[in-house]
């Protein structure tokens, strides 16, 4: 009897030793992975109010090893309110991506990504019984850098810091200056958190 245990017992043992050792983690040629963000904000004092929503899915198709490249899609829904005045801002954005990943097969890959994206804002303005309605579109170009963590062959953990950006927005264009901005370096409003789900 105690031998048939010790069989089973090593059988088992076995059995999770091979199915440790076939887990792969990191990244390879023809894995797809999705992410994406969801947020509520809402803000008080006294008679002002701000809400805000945010949804962002993203996805990236690894065209080789190191290579992956991706889209993604964004809208974010404000409204700012004191009593007297209102201002809804809606935006939608688009985004497109490209990844190198300098340690694509490991539990830790860490990767560079070149962005380019498109903005529309929708901005209306309410003061009394007068409503203005404004639109304006905004481009913009950014370089960042990130790591990936791999909790298991499928999820991993995904943080990103913007280290370069650049984005000019029309102001709503018909002759308006156009605002202009560069940022170079990576602070902690700047810092991404996010989960991944690789296909």
């Known amino acids: 009897m105690k031998k048939l245990l010790f069989a089973a017992a090593f059988a088992v043992l076995g059995f999770t030793a091979n199915a440790q050792e076939e887990q792969t983690f990191g990244f390879a040629k023809g894995d797809v992975f999705m992410t994406g963000s969801v947020g509520f904000g809402s803000e008080s004092t006294g008679d002002l109010k701000t809400n805000v929503f945010t949804i962002a899915p993203k996805a990236a198709y690894f065209v080789s090893d190191n290579i992956a490249v991706g889209l993604g899609l964004g809208f974010t829904s404000g409204k700012e309110e004191d009593g007297f005045a209102e201002e809804k801002v809606d935006v939608f954005g688009v985004d497109a991506f490209g990844r190198y990943y300098f340690t694509p ?37 950014n370089l960042g850098a990130g790591l990936n963590y791999f909790v298991s062959s499928k999820f991993s953990i ?12 029309d102001n709503g264009g018909n002759g308006a200056e156009s605002t202009d901005s560069f940022s170079v370096g990576g602070d902690w409003t700047n810092v991404t958190f996010g989960v991944n789900y690789k296909f």
């Not at 810091?161 to 650049?166: F, N, P, Q, R, S």
Request: aromatic share 10%.
């Open 158 to 169: 995904e943080a990103g810091i913007a280290v370069l950006g650049y984005s000019t927005n």
């Open 105 to 141: 097969a490991n539990q830790f890959s860490l990767f560079a990504e070149l962005g380019l994206g498109y903005d529309s804002v929708n901005n209306e303005t309410t003061v009394g019984d007068v409503t203005t309605d404004s639109d304006s579109a905004q481009f913009g170009a």
